[in-house]
């Protein structure tokens, strides 16, 4: 059986349109897919933590004996297994949520989810694929670094394929965020 990790950092005040556009990718995918196995990660504080100096010497020794049963490693592990990975997230300072940060600081683990060579990193991660959705309430354009560093983490990790879903535009004077919310949930239908 599949897996599908659903990586949610919808942090919002209100009801989360990034998370819409989530869910409709997921409701959509696994219709087609319906064999696919759903785990959801809440990416938020208590759940998810920073690096400290103390956790980065515990860690390094965990690693040094390849101890990958220890629970800081969990998002690893889970994520190493994921075959599709959905990564919801708002366009927040030209990128993503904190909270997602931290979260790949957990994930990335020396000789667990990737390894060194002499020509580079080689990924460890069964990863088919890696679909990225945002929102923004003004336009991304050019500068969707958010979504160009996904691309590098999931290249990084050995997941060769990536997607772009996005809404832009949702808090401009002018513009519809309902339509344009309801087009980016047609589109992704249209993908299946």
């Known amino acids: 059986m599949e897996k599908m990790l659903f990586l949610d950092a919808c942090i919002s005040t209100h009801q989360s349109r990034t998370k819409k556009l989530c869910t409709a990718y997921i409701d959509a995918f696994r219709e087609k ?14 759940r998810v933590e920073p690096l400290t100096r103390e956790r980065i010497a515990e860690r390094d020794e965990y690693i040094r004996r390849k101890d990958w049963n220890q629970p800081m490693f969990d998002f ?39 390894e060194t060579t002499s ?21 991304i354009g050019d500068k969707n670094f958010g979504y160009d560093y996904m691309c590098g983490i999931a290249d990084m990790l050995g997941i060769p394929d990536t ?5 832009e535009c949702l808090d401009i004077v002018g513009f519809d965020a309902d339509k344009i919310v309801e087009k980016a949930i047609e589109e992704i239908r249209e993908r299946f």
């Open 33 to 46: 897919h319906p064999d696919t196995a759903l785990e959801t990660v809440m990416l938020r504080k208590g």
């Open 76 to 114: 690893a592990r889970q994520f190493k297994e994921a075959d599709y990975i959905v990564v919801g997230t708002p366009y927040w300072d030209l990128s993503f949520a904190s909270i997602l940060k931290v979260y790949i600081e957990n994930i990335m683990v020396a000789d667990l989810t990737f």
């Open 119 to 139: 020509a580079g990193f080689n990924g460890l991660c069964q990863g088919k694929k890696l679909i990225y959705i945002t929102t923004a309430g003004g336009f």
């Open 163 to 167: 997607e772009l879903v996005k809404a």
